[in-house]
């Protein structure tokens, strides 16, 4: 598994059955008024809890820059503004 991914638990999803934590070779998952809790600096991202975990309550993040997410954003509205052009063009076309 990638360093830079991060897991996290989602609360929503999360029993607190513990599967996760006795799997877990770093014990680095300990329940914590009934939920599954991370600890980032013993986990060694082995994935292992992603695996056990009965309701897909672990899942993986990946920390994207500000400046990533603005050019991905960026890139996307260019290629939308480009598709919309190309239907009018094509779209006048087809009227004319």
Same mark, same amino acid.
Not at 5 to 14: A, S
Not at 20 to 34: D, F, V
Not at 66 to 93: F, H, S
């Given at each position: 598994?990638?360093?830079? /991914? ?6 929503? *999803?999360?029993? @607190?059955?513990?599967? &996760?934590?006795? +799997? &877990? #070779?770093? =014990?680095?998952?300990? *329940? !914590? +008024? $009934? !939920? ?12 292992? &809890? *992603?695996?056990?975990? #009965? =309701? $897909? ?5 990946? #920390? /994207? +820059? @500000? ?7 960026? $890139? ?5 503004? @480009? ?9 006048? =076309?087809?009227?004319?």
């Amino acid at each position: 598994m990638n360093d830079n /991914v991060i897991l996290q638990v989602r609360k929503d *999803l999360c029993l @607190g059955c513990g599967l &996760c934590a006795e +799997s &877990c #070779p770093q =014990q680095a998952i300990s *329940l !914590q +008024s $009934g !939920q599954a809790k991370i600890a980032r600096n013993k986990c060694n991202h082995c994935g292992l &809890c *992603l695996n056990v975990c #009965p =309701q $897909g309550a672990i899942v993986e993040l990946l #920390p /994207v +820059s @500000g400046r990533d997410l603005q050019d991905t954003v960026n $890139g996307l509205k260019d290629r939308a503004e @480009g598709i919309i052009a190309r239907i009018e063009k094509l779209t006048g =076309q087809i009227r004319a």
